[in-house]
């Protein structure tokens, strides 16, 4: 049974930042590429990153790029978002999630991920 439990998701304020954790239990967290989507109330769920399983290989979307950066520590089984200058479309809630076996560049496409976990809201205030 793989768990993935998200953490630091809060209230801010616009240009503030925030670091998302997400850990990983239940499954060789090396053989897993790792993605963060979001969603925000009325909207579809969208990519926001993703990171290969142990070349550090990221895929970001242009909504982001500059801002968020995705990372991993294997030691832990662990993945991060960093969220810079946060603005208020970036408001929703954020989900990490699991691409069992996927080698090379992560990909962006939701129906790839296997495993959710059960979100963490950020809600940016202007």
């Known amino acids: 049974q793989v768990q993935l439990v998200e953490s630091g998701g809060g209230l801010v304020q616009a240009g503030d930042s925030l670091r998302l954790s997400c850990a990983v239990s239940?499954?060789?967290?090396?053989?897993?590429?790792m993605g963060w989507f979001r969603q925000a109330p009325g909207k579809e769920r969208e990519f926001v990153a993703a990171?290969?399983?142990?070349?550090?290989?990221?895929s970001v979307a242009d909504s982001v790029k500059g801002r968020f950066t995705v990372s991993r520590d294997n030691a832990k089984n662990m993945v991060y978002l960093q969220m810079n200058s946060l603005r208020p479309e970036d408001t929703a809630v954020y989900y990490c999630?699991?691409?069992?076996?996927?080698?090379?560049?992560?990909?962006?496409?939701?129906?790839?991920?296997?495993?959710w976990g059960q979100g963490t809201q950020v809600t940016v205030s202007s």
């Open positions: 999630a699991v691409d069992p076996g996927r080698v090379g560049v992560p990909t962006v496409r939701s129906s790839d991920y296997d495993y």
């Open positions: 239940g499954r060789t967290f090396t053989t897993c590429a």
């Open positions: 990171i290969s399983r142990t070349l550090g290989i990221t």
